[in-house]
C-alpha cells in the first residue's frame, strides 16, 4: 500500500525559509519520480517541483525556479523540499504525490497518490 507522509509545514515571515519532508512506503523510490505540489485557497492545484528517483534530476514550476530545491535519499525513503525567499504567495497546503511515473516529464498531470498535506502560511 502506498503512503506519503509529509511533515515541516508552519509559519515563516516573507524571506524566509523552510523545509518540507515526504516519508514514502509502499513502492521503491528509487525507481520512482516522486513531487511536490500546492494548493492554495480557491486555487488550481500546482505542481511545485518534481525529482526523479533513478538520478536525482530535478524538474521546477517557473514560480519557484531559484527559491525551491526538491532532493531525494532513496535509502531513508524521503524526499525534501527546500524552501528559501518566501512570499505570501507561497502560503498553501503542500501536499507529496506520486503517481507510478519514473519520469517528471508529466508530473503536472498526476493524479494518483497523495499525502494529507502539511500547511504553509507565509506572513509577517
Known amino acids: 500500500q502506498v503512503q506519503l507522509v509529509e511533515s515541516g509545514g508552519g509559519l515563516v515571515q516573507p524571506g524566509g525559509s523552510l523545509t518540507l519532508s515526504c516519508t514514502v512506503s509502499?513502492?521503491?523510490?528509487?525507481?520512482?519520480?516522486v513531487g511536490w505540489f500546492r494548493r492554495a485557497p480557491a486555487k488550481e492545484r500546482e505542481g511545485v517541483a518534481c525529482v526523479v528517483g533513478s538520478d536525482g534530476s530535478a524538474t521546477y514550476a517557473d514560480s519557484v525556479k531559484g527559491r525551491f530545491t526538491i532532493s531525494r535519499d532513496n535509502a531513508a525513503n524521503t524526499i525534501q523540499l527546500q524552501m528559501s525567499s518566501l512570499k505570501p504567495e507561497d502560503t498553501a497546503v503542500y501536499y507529496c504525490g506520486f503517481d507510478w511515473d519514473s519520469a517528471c516529464s508529466q508530473y503536472q498531470l498526476w493524479d494518483g497518490n497523495w499525502g494529507r498535506g502539511t500547511q504553509v502560511n507565509v506572513s509577517s
Open positions: 509502499g513502492f521503491i523510490l528509487e525507481y520512482f519520480a
